[in-house]
């Protein structure tokens, strides 16, 4: 990138030079929306928010601070304390399942098969519909009277139960159920980049070693795969805490407030019960859920690397 | 350098992987290990098509059919007007005029969306991978970690922000907000892309006199074409797919198709009739469907990247 520079300081011996601020000018007019939209959108943003949610704002945002009022209201509702468990058994499952069902897939897949676009085609499709879509379809599929528990009934076994969608204690896993399907997809994908970047030599010493396949893939092949686990991690992770759309569509957050989320909450505090700093406050922890996430894992990745 | 905002290490595994399977063809294809393999995937193939067939069937079937036999069943006689309604007829709240209305919704949201976001984030790209300037950089760096933000953190400011601008509610606000949120992993996109083009097609055009638009214009966009396409099928899907900001930014009549179809399936008044429900929903997924089956391997180069989008 020394070019550019020397172009421009050639110019400058023959013209008057330019302002240091007008120097690749057109590069900053370009810039301009980028600037705007990560300082004004996303810093502004997030510092309004957080400031707001220190006020007692209801119907309009107002700046009257009271303090810690509203987290402290917050952590004695029950609504988001059963957003907040529904979110921990949701996320610590969904991510347990899906990067197992992930790599299973993916580790099938690196078995040298045939028709193995076929099979990524058909594993990855989920992935290309909107929660809503898949919400919906899972409501329908999961409904009492006329879905797997209805045809599980019609085969002969007439006390199966499994009605998530309407049984508070585990409307959650019917969420959870349909959650993997779409994103299970994905996962399978990332792993299987992460596999086929894996040396073919160290699967070949390992089979004159005499290990046999599985003790390979445990003891050697994830170990090597810890970037790929590490970033996918973080995907799945940062998805998890903004779970929305497919509670909304699958159970409007029900029965009662059984299955609510976190970013439910927030909408619901903000847009429908007029309580803006509830939502503010509620939004925040949101941000700090993820920051705890994406905050080590940006050190480890860029931090580290830039020092060296 | 150039690598430590590279957030994706596995761009260039999903380029290998779409490479598709290296190495020679197994020998022997009925050994018992093969059965084993093959038999997990046929598995979870049908697991994972299962809901699709059952979107299918449901939506060709008849009420009374429904009532009476199981979901997993083909149906008896094939019937389209479930599809027909859904369309054209279905009811959200007093509205009867069916998804079309948010189809077209969505369609006119959509189009300047991804041309909008496309163009800024292309555009933004090459200014960082070829024009830099002081504090690029760090103005980037926010951007990245502000993908990671929680929508919900940074909703009510962009309402009172649309509100000032007299766009809450409208079309044009809703194109904005998709414009503002696509640009962190598009201009990620583009900006890794047209890093990774050789330097001296660059320099020589620098040398030839060329200036920052002309490079782009001559240069840059005939020779990016594949990354466009990867960068649209990802907004495409993307903004057809949003709910959260179609439902924050606009108004009953301006719903985006996603918005009105939760509506209409999960309406509370009324017989609930699948059916229609199962076609209404197969018709929102059709879009996607279709751009993910047309593209195939660019799709997996999209989301590989568009992962972090969530």
């Known amino acids: 990138m020394t070019l550019p520079i020397s172009i421009s300081a050639a110019q400058g011996a023959q013209v008057k030079r330019p302002s240091r601020y007008l120097r690749n000018l057109n590069s900053k007019i370009a810039s301009i929306p980028m600037v705007l939209t990560a300082v004004v959108v996303f810093l502004g943003g997030t510092i309004w928010t957080i400031l707001y949610s220190f006020t007692n704002s209801r119907l309009l945002p107002r700046l009257s601070f009271v303090g810690i009022d509203q987290y402290e209201r ?15 058994t949701y996320g610590i499952l969904s991510l347990i399942f899906s990067l197992t069902i992930g790599f299973l897939l993916a580790a099938l897949m690196d078995q040298k098969i045939r028709f193995e676009n076929t099979f990524r085609t058909i594993f990855l499709y989920p992935f290309a519909l909107s929660f809503i879509v898949t919400g919906l379809v899972w409501q ?15 085969m002969g076994w007439t006390s199966f139960a499994f009605d998530p969608l309407y049984d508070s204690d585990i409307v959650i896993y019917g ?14 994908c990332l792993m299987l980049a992460g ?10 010493a390992s089979r004159v070693d005499g290990i046999p396949m599985w003790r390979t893939y445990i003891f050697i092949v994830i170990p090597m795969m810890r970037p790929v686990f590490v970033t996918t991690l973080v995907i799945i992770a940062s998805g998890i805490v903004r779970i929305y759309d497919l509670v909304v569509a699958q159970t409007s957050g029900g029965p009662g407030i059984a299955s609510d989320v976190p970013a439910k909450y927030v909408y619901d505090y903000m847009f429908f019960a007029q309580n803006l700093g509830q939502g503010f406050a509620a939004s925040t922890m949101m941000l700090l859920t993820v920051a705890i996430i994406v905050v080590p894992w940006a050190y480890l990745e860029f931090g580290g690397r830039k020092r060296g | 350098m150039d690598k430590s905002l590279t957030a994706m290490p596995n761009l260039a595994g999903a380029d290998r992987l779409s490479a598709g399977p290296q190495g020679k063809r197994p020998r022997k294809v009925l050994s018992g290990r093969n059965i084993m393999v093959y038999g997990a995937l046929t598995f979870a193939a049908i697991y994972y098509l299962l809901p699709l067939y059952v979107m299918v069937v449901t939506s060709l079937k008849g009420m009374p059919e429904i009532r009476m036999g199981n979901i997993f069943s083909p149906p008896m006689e094939i019937t389209f007007e479930p599809w027909a309604k859904a369309w054209a007829s279905a009811c959200t709240g007093l509205n009867c005029d069916g998804l079309s209305r948010g189809f077209w919704n969505s369609v006119k949201i959509m189009v300047p969306s991804v041309i909008v976001s496309i163009a800024i ?13 002081k504090g690029a950089e760090l103005f980037f760096t926010i951007l990245i970690i502000g993908a990671f933000i929680p929508y919900q953190v940074m909703i009510y400011p962009i309402v009172i922000v649309l509100r000032e601008l007299g766009l809450y509610g409208t079309i044009y606000g809703l194109i904005l907000v998709h414009s503002i949120f696509g640009m962190p992993i598009l201009t990620l996109l583009f900006r890794n892309y047209f890093v990774s083009l050789p330097e001296e097609l660059f320099k020589a055009a620098r040398i030839d006199g060329a200036g920052f638009w002309q490079i782009y214009f001559r240069i840059m966009l005939p020779m990016s074409l594949p990354i466009f396409v990867v960068a649209m099928i990802l907004q495409v899907t993307g903004i057809w797919n949003d709910f959260l900001f179609g439902v924050v930014f606009t108004r009953p009549e301006t719903y985006p198709m996603t918005v009105q ?15 229609v429900n199962m076609a209404a929903t197969l018709l929102t997924g059709a879009i996607p469907l279709i751009v993910y089956f047309v593209s195939g391997r660019l799709f997996v180069r999209g989301i590989a990247a568009g992962a972090v989008k969530g």
């Open chain 1, 74 to 88: 917050l952590w004695s509702t029950a609504r988001w304390m059963v957003s907040i468990q529904n979110l921990a």
């Open chain 1, 195 to 204: 596999l086929r970047g894996i040396d073919e030599d160290i699967w070949k």
């Open chain 1, 175 to 188: 969420i959870l159920i349909a959650a993997l399907w779409q994103g299970t997809g994905l996962v399978m």
């Open chain 2, 121 to 133: 984030a292309s555009v933004n790209g090459y200014a960082l991978a070829n024009w830099k300037f």
């Open chain 1, 140 to 154: 329908w599929i999961l409904n009492p009277e006329f879905g797997v528990q209805a045809v599980v009934r019609s």
């Open chain 2, 261 to 275: 179809l939760n509506n209409i399936v999960n309406s509370v008044q009324g017989v609930k009739e699948y059916n």
